[in-house]
């Protein structure tokens, strides 16, 4: 009943930019905190960015200085806004939120990805 839906995904030259956008929609009390995850096929999904409610963010360390993430609590989207974009940037992207339904327990959503591709 909750669903995270992704999108701005596609293909980009090294150097260019992109931008995420994740939804949510649902029977939905609460949002904490919303992330963004990727994973090339064969490796673990690995954190990029995550925010708090309140605007925090925190970044890996290998796109800091790139990559800018953003919420609009108005709207329950996240956003990913990513510059300077690389090859080793390729992979799916994941949003990530934990979220109440009907004030139960939070519990982890996840998108079904958009995949990011970067050329050289």
């Known amino acids: 009943q909750v669903q995270l839906v992704e999108s701005g995904g596609g293909l980009v030259q090294a150097g260019g930019s992109l931008r995420l956008s994740c939804a949510a929609s649902g029977s939905i009390s609460s949002i904490g905190a919303m992330g963004w995850y990727r994973q090339v096929p064969g490796t673990q999904r690995e954190l990029v960015a995550v925010i708090t409610t309140g605007g925090s963010p925190n970044y890996a360390a290998s796109v800091k200085g790139r990559f800018t993430i953003s919420r609009d609590n108005a709207k329950s989207t996240v956003y990913l806004q990513m510059n300077s974009l690389k090859p080793e940037d390729t992979a799916a992207y994941y949003c990530?939120?934990?979220?109440?339904?009907?004030?139960?327990?939070?519990?982890?959503?996840w998108g079904q990805g958009t995949q990011v591709t970067v050329s050289s």
């Open positions: 990530n939120a934990k979220i109440s339904v009907a004030y139960g327990p939070v519990r982890d959503y």
